[in-house]
């Protein structure tokens, strides 16, 4: 016993090693899916197994555990399961540099965060749990790549990738934040490469249209982000002529009604439209800018404040709307990967339009008049707001935009160069990575056949053994040297074939795992349709921010599919989330270079689990940022070691009748404070507000001990009845101690399992509430009151008052507003 147990008197430590065993052997947790009871699914992100667990697993999983015990209390079947995601790059370079394979880091960290899981008391069904990374699993993520090939949304196409010089692999755009690798903070560059791309698009409207049922359920900053990476825009298809080229070149526009003011077309440098359309004599040019700007990250490229850079590529394009011959140029401020990868330039209303017009004296053209604006072809600054057309053939003299762009879409249709059109930022999602701990992609490269899938009584399609140096990634993956596994006969026509080398994004991973925890032993099946539709929709999923577009965005773009695909019910797989907070320290971000990193097991040490626990819940809001050295967790074991005190005082048995009312009713204030706790509680769960519920049990604990020492007495029904509340209720954030408690108000072990108490109404009646009295905004009396006071009857009594009367001193009362009960503001 520590010295600080020694102190309080009750030995945190010595309370954790007896009951973890217990609970461990009564597996209070384990989901039956043949339960009658309702079913709540319970879910927050699973980690990847690099150490053991840090101070953010400690506050997620302590946050989410609030939910999944009460759900628990209150008599649902609760599905609460936990794994790993466990394939992807850190431990392939731990393995690289130690010379060892990946899974001895991978699987030696599952381990020590499993304990470590166990000990803090976390309600995780463990019969449920599954890692990426075992054959069993990703069998199962390979059949849903073959599927989702089968159906055209999974593809091969060469383009421009984002590529990490660092971890020598592509990222999908939504992995590079300010132009850096989001996992590494390399700067990253472009490559041209064969990928394998999943058709995320061809569920954009839907993914966009579901966000406003979400918005009810989802933090708003989530909903936002995904709104805004989909990025619909609404605009037309406008068809260019090119000069030596036999098929047009569209373009798409949210503004054709500029379409007069066009005077000359970009294409992307880096875009196969470039090369194939430049002249012989400007090719040389357009190869040496192209090697230039592949250095530059797609943010750079869009920045409105760098300098315009390009190449003329000697070729001109015909406008359909003015026949008027126009110089295309190339340049990186277009992207390849936007619609065709080029844009018609009107200077006047863009302005990185009009400074590349600038840089290359190229015309500009003002096509809408707009109030109080000086002409750009003279000021160089593009004006973007609304105003009457000129310059623009049948439209000189509108004014509304909306008519505009009707009467543009409707000439080139029925002049057969344009259509109206929607378009989306959102592109396909790149999933190739050039690495090797990842979930090989099912296909034969046959010279013959083609792409040939990997046939599905084949699978799982497993990871050769390969070890230190040979897992070094030279440009290409590592697999691609594995001669023996690479060189395989093709399925189809027996000829001399290769696997293809590269491995999936450790997205796809996490896209679909939610799903078999519902089934995760079934090994005929990637989950059990009847067994998910039951369980599912999530009720709740509890994680980080951060993955607001990657991981939520893929993880309903595979519910759809595999809605479409006829197993699923549902086309949303989360019906509500919950965003924690980071910890931090000191004001910053934890760093061991700044010196400021809490090490969780220090302070597991120190104070035990459940104050850890209890000082990460009562922080504050969920949503919002934790900064350790402002929390006292020495304080939220003083208040466990208080509430324990209060389960060995109490002298009634267990099962003690109560009556209210009865002997000389000092039980009945205590019962009314419980029953207040009890109803409070359910609200502040059901509304996340954590932190609030247990000042309530603070509070609770406090009028308990008042009664014992100065009331009713420890013998009181009454007292025992408030702390087996505070137990129940502690066992949401503070298993250890409320399971100690239990035992010592004479409960078998599984108070986690008790059910909550039914609230009896008359106890929550109020016999008389404050009204606070105000005078030019101060208080100057309280008064105890009828909850159920008239105005009148409140106006008279606080004017009556002799506090009141003294504070008026005679003064002219001009206004008296009333709130009945609680409030009366009197203006002199």
Request: hydrophobic share 40%.
């Amino acid at each position: 016993m520590s010295e600080r147990d020694e102190q309080v008197g009750y030995d945190v430590h010595g309370t954790e090693a007896k009951w973890l065993p217990v609970w461990q052997d009564l597996d209070l947790f384990r989901a039956d899916d043949a339960s009658p009871r309702e079913k709540k699914y319970a879910l927050t992100m699973f980690p990847y197994p690099s150490g053991d667990l840090h101070m953010g697993h400690a506050e997620v999983t302590a946050l989410h555990d609030v939910i999944a015990r009460y759900w628990w209390l209150r008599g649902f079947e609760v599905m609460n399961p936990m794994g790993w995601d466990s394939f992807g790059l850190p431990a392939e370079n731990a393995a690289i540099k130690n010379d060892a394979h990946p899974a001895e880091y991978t699987y030696a960290n599952i381990e020590t965060q499993f304990e470590s899981f166990k000990k803090f008391g976390i309600s995780f069904d463990w019969s449920r749990r599954l890692h990426t990374s075992d054959p069993e699993y990703y069998r199962w993520t390979q059949w849903l790549f073959l599927k989702f090939r089968e159906r055209g949304l999974a593809y091969q196409k060469f383009s421009p990738v984002n590529w990490c010089p660092n971890d020598q692999t592509v990222l999908a755009n939504e992995q590079v934040v300010d132009g850096k690798c989001e996992r590494c903070g390399a700067e990253v560059t472009k490559r041209e490469l064969n990928q394998w791309y999943f058709k995320i698009t061809e569920y954009a409207q839907e993914l966009l249209d579901d966000l406003d049922v979400l918005s009810a359920t989802w933090p708003d900053r989530v909903v936002t982000a995904q709104r805004n990476w989909i990025g619909r825009s609404e605009g037309a298809h406008v068809d260019f002529v090119v000069e030596g080229r036999p098929e047009p070149v569209t373009v798409y526009t949210t503004r054709p009604d500029t379409l007069y003011g066009a005077t000359f077309m970009v294409v992307a440098a880096d875009a196969a439209l470039a090369a194939e359309i430049v002249s012989d004599a400007q090719r040389p040019a357009l190869e040496a800018y192209v090697e230039e700007i592949r250095k530059a990250s797609d943010i750079d490229r869009l920045a409105t404040d760098r300098p315009k850079s390009g190449v003329d590529l000697g070729v001109t394009a015909t406008n359909p709307v003015t026949g008027e011959q126009i110089p295309v140029w190339a340049s990186d401020y277009v992207l390849a990967d936007y619609g065709t990868g080029a844009i018609m330039a009107v200077p006047a209303h863009d302005q990185r339009d009009l400074d590349f017009a600038r840089k290359f004296d190229l015309p500009v053209r003002r096509v809408v008049d707009v109030p109080g604006a000086d002409n750009p072809e003279e000021t160089y600054e593009a004006t973007t707001g609304g105003g009457a057309y000129v310059n623009s053939g049948p439209l000189d003299g509108l004014t509304d935009k909306a008519a505009g762009i009707h009467a543009i879409i409707e000439q080139l249709a029925a002049a057969g160069t344009g259509e109206g059109t929607v378009n989306f930022r959102l592109r396909d999602w790149l999933l190739s990575r050039q690495r090797y701990w990842g979930v090989p992609i099912p296909i034969i490269h046959c010279p013959t056949c083609g792409e040939v899938p990997v046939p599905y009584d084949q699978l799982p399609l497993e990871l050769p053994e390969l070890k230190g140096a040979d897992l070094k990634p030279k440009g290409t993956s590592p697999l691609a040297a594995a001669s023996d596994w690479v060189n395989v006969d093709c399925p189809e026509c027996g000829g001399a074939a290769k696997r293809d080398s590269d491995t999936m994004d450790t997205f796809v991973d996490s896209s679909w795992y939610f799903l078999r925890f519902c089934s995760p032993n079934d090994d005929t099946q990637a989950f059990d349709p009847a067994v998910v539709n039951a369980w599912m929709p999530c009720d709740i999923y509890v994680g980080g921010v951060e993955h607001a577009v990657l991981h939520l965005l893929y993880a309903r773009f595979f519910t759809k599919v595999l809605a479409d695909m006829g197993l699923l019910e549902f086309r949303e797989p989360f019906a509500a989330q919950l965003n924690q907070g980071f910890v931090i320290n000191q004001g910053k971000k934890m760093s061991k270079s700044l010196g400021n990193g809490v090490n969780l097991g220090e302070q597991l040490s120190e104070f035990g689990v459940d104050a850890v626990r209890l000082t990460l819940v009562f922080a504050g809001p969920p949503e919002d940022d934790i900064d350790w050295a402002e929390m006292s967790p020495s304080g939220s074991l003083k208040f466990l070691t208080r509430a324990w005190r209060l389960a060995g005082d109490v002298t009634s048995p267990a099962g003690t009748p109560l009556v209210i009312g009865g002997g000389d009713g000092a039980d009945v204030p205590l019962r009314k404070h419980t029953a207040r706790t009890l109803r409070d509680a359910a609200e502040l769960v059901e509304g996340y507000r954590f932190n609030v519920m247990i000042a309530r049990v603070m509070e609770l604990v406090n009028a308990t001990r008042k009664a014992i020492d100065s009331g009713a007495g420890p013998a009181d029904p009454a007292v025992r009845e408030a702390t087996e509340v505070v137990a129940m209720l502690l066992s949401l954030v503070a298993p250890y101690t409320a399971e100690e408690m239990w035992e010592r108000l004479g409960h078998p072990a599984g108070v986690a399992r008790a059910s909550w108490p039914e609230v009896d109404p008359a106890l929550l009646v109020e016999d008389a509430v404050t009204a606070v009295v105000q005078i030019q905004g101060k208080v100057r009396a309280r008064l105890e009151v009828s909850p159920d006071i008239s105005e009148a009857d409140l106006e008279a009594l606080a004017l009556a008052d002799d506090n009141v009367v003294r504070a008026l001193a005679g003064g002219e009362v001009r206004k008296v507003i009333v709130r009945a009960p609680k409030l009366v503001n009197i203006v002199v």
